[in-house]
């Protein structure tokens, strides 16, 4: 049978300033802004997706920016840190581009074998990590102002304390087609495909304080699923186990379930499609605000509640 699950879809975190999060994501880190939206639960509220050149499946990072969000705190319970992948040879390239822009990082360390790992956070506190490795062949942003060889290509890895890791890796074993394929000290690492993007890193973190969200937290974790049919299947697999899934959410560029799972995080399985080149050309992903049909109508008064933001990179090359 066919994998309902193929892998990571993308992450959602909560943060305070729209235009504090478009200068370090499409900035700093040279990610491409590959929709411009609104919450579709709150749409006076932005909802900016990066990613890669299309926005790919394992590769999407996307914030809600609560103007004044009061600051969460990691901890178990949490998706506390989202890795990106660089390759093996870009380190010098990164680190002086961190002490350029004033980012304060941690000493590199070696997680599993040939992974170097740098961790840091943007400015609301959102942890991050670079993981330069030499096993990725996905192009990142191609165009973008940071040389091809040193862009970021997608996600590596995400990383989830929990109290027991038991549990939540039933959940990914069982019924969310993950299987453990690394484990080292209190990381057990577990992916649906074998392959930078997916790995899902728990961490066996019981002395911990509790994660609580906030300015600077990751909302949800979401999977990818192949397309409407995989996803009922899903949700039906999700109702089995007694884990009270959401009906079917059209998100536009794809649709979703949402679910927590019993150590906390909020899941959700997403379709790999449609995408985002649905509403705008895949040269011009990003550079309007776009609005799903029911809010089109209130449009003039939304771009008024909206904070005014800028897209200027210039100065990140
Ligand atoms: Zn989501």
């Known amino acids: 049978m066919e994998p309902l699950i193929t892998g990571i879809h993308h992450v959602t975190a909560v943060v305070s300033d729209a235009q504090k999060n478009i ?6 880190l040279g ?52 890795a990106f992948s660089v390759a093996v040879d870009s380190m010098g390239y990164w680190m002086e581009r961190f002490r350029r822009w004033g980012i304060a990082t941690k000493p590199p360390k070696e997680r599993f074998d040939g992974e170097l790992v740098i961790y840091f956070e943007d400015e609301d506190g959102v942890g991050l990590e670079l993981v330069f490795n030499d096993k990725d062949n996905r192009m990142g942003f191609t165009h973008g102002h940071i040389p091809g060889d040193h862009a970021i290509k997608g996600f590596f890895n995400v990383e989830i304390w929990e ?13 969310l087609d993950h299987r453990l394929i690394a484990e080292k ?5 577990f992916a649906a495909t074998d ?3 997916n790995y899902v890193d728990i961490i066996c973190s019981p002395d911990s304080l509790k994660g609580l969200p906030g300015n600077g937290t990751v909302h949800h974790l979401a999977f990818s699923t192949p397309n409407a049919a995989t996803q009922q299947d899903m949700r039906l697999k999700i109702v089995k186990r007694m884990l009270n899934p959401t009906p079917v959410l059209d998100r536009n560029y794809f649709t979703s379930i949402y679910f927590r799972e ?4 909020l899941f959700e399985v997403a379709t790999a499609g449609p995408g985002f080149a649905v509403d705008e050309t895949k040269e011009q992903l990003g550079e309007a605000l776009k609005l799903p049909a029911a809010y089109e109508d209130d449009r ?10 800028t897209f200027d990179y210039e100065k990140y090359k």
């Open 300 to 309: 003039a008064e939304l771009e008024k509640k909206l904070p005014t933001v």
């Open 163 to 175: 109290e027991g890791y038991e549990r939540t890796a039933g959940l990914l074993t069982e019924q």
């Open 195 to 197: 392959s930078p993007g």
């Open 31 to 82: 990610l491409r802004l590959v929709k411009r939206t609104v919450n579709f639960d709150a749409p006076e509220v932005y909802h900016f997706y990066y990613g890669d050149e299309s926005g790919n499946p394992g590769s999407i990072l996307t914030f809600f920016p609560y103007p004044g969000l009061a600051g969460g705190r990691h901890g178990k319970g949490m998706l506390n840190t989202t």
């Open 185 to 189: 000290g209190n990381r057990f690492r």
């Open 23 to 28: 200068d370090f994501y499409a900035g700093i």
């Open 262 to 265: 019993p150590g906390g995080v």
